[in-house]
């Protein structure tokens, strides 16, 4: 597996620092409550209609807790190396749990406890903080430090589904738009993050 070579990192540098100061920037914005933008992107994604709650039930999973393992054990068997595994498993766990601090820090509430008229949706959590969303932080986690060694079509792929669990997080009522941005960006930092503590990997024949 070909390692990135230093002088190759500026690229992930400064996508690293772009997306810390983007996530700074909507983190104050949240801590500070609801913004009104943000409760009507909300309102319209959380109205769509009760029949697609089953359908996103199980793309949502792609986001929780299990997912690292589930994706460590498939990058073992598709790849026959412990590099992509160890990679999944410490962003996604990594992510999971450095969400957990980033909600008590900003300390803002899921939509349930900011808003009224809201629909009862079996995956929607009844208690808790918002701000960011474990989920959007692992699918995008996940998607970000194993595309290096995808194909373009499945990279892209991955990416839709880490944006589907991102929606699907906001459709549910489990969080409000800028819980899933802000978690899809501190995903996406760690995966750059430890690219440029690790070096990159890359599948040699991936499509250019």
């Known amino acids: ?67 690292p393992f589930v994706a460590a054990a498939g990058a073992v068997l598709i790849w026959r190396q412990g590099r992509p595994a160890v990679d999944a498993a410490v962003v996604g766990l990594g992510g999971w749990y450095l969400a957990k601090g980033v909600k008590a820090l900003v300390d803002r509430g899921r939509p349930g406890s900011l808003l009224k008229g809201l629909r009862k949706r079996a995956s929607t959590p009844s208690d ?20 290096p060694m995808l194909h373009r079509r499945v990279k892209t ?26 978690g899809a960006l501190l995903g996406t930092l760690l995966g750059w993050l430890w690219y440029l503590a690790t070096g990159e990997p890359s599948n040699r024949v991936a499509a250019r």
């Not at 990416?159 to 009522?173: C, D, E, M, N, Q």
């Open 1 to 67: 597996m070909a390692l990135r070579s230093p002088s190759g990192r500026g690229g992930d540098l400064a996508k690293a620092g772009a997306c810390a100061a983007a996530l700074t920037a909507i983190s104050f914005v949240a801590r500070e409550g609801l913004p009104p933008f943000e409760e009507v992107v909300f309102r319209r994604i959380h109205d769509l209609p009760n029949w697609l709650e089953p359908v996103v039930w199980a793309p949502m999973q792609a986001g929780n807790a299990a997912a």
């Open 128 to 147: 808790g903080l918002g701000y960011v969303s474990g989920h959007a932080t692992v699918a995008f986690g996940l998607a970000t430090v194993l595309s």
């Open 157 to 182: 792929g991955v990416f839709v589904l880490a944006t589907v669990v991102a929606v699907s997080r906001v459709y549910v009522g489990a969080h409000l738009p800028l819980d899933v941005v802000g």
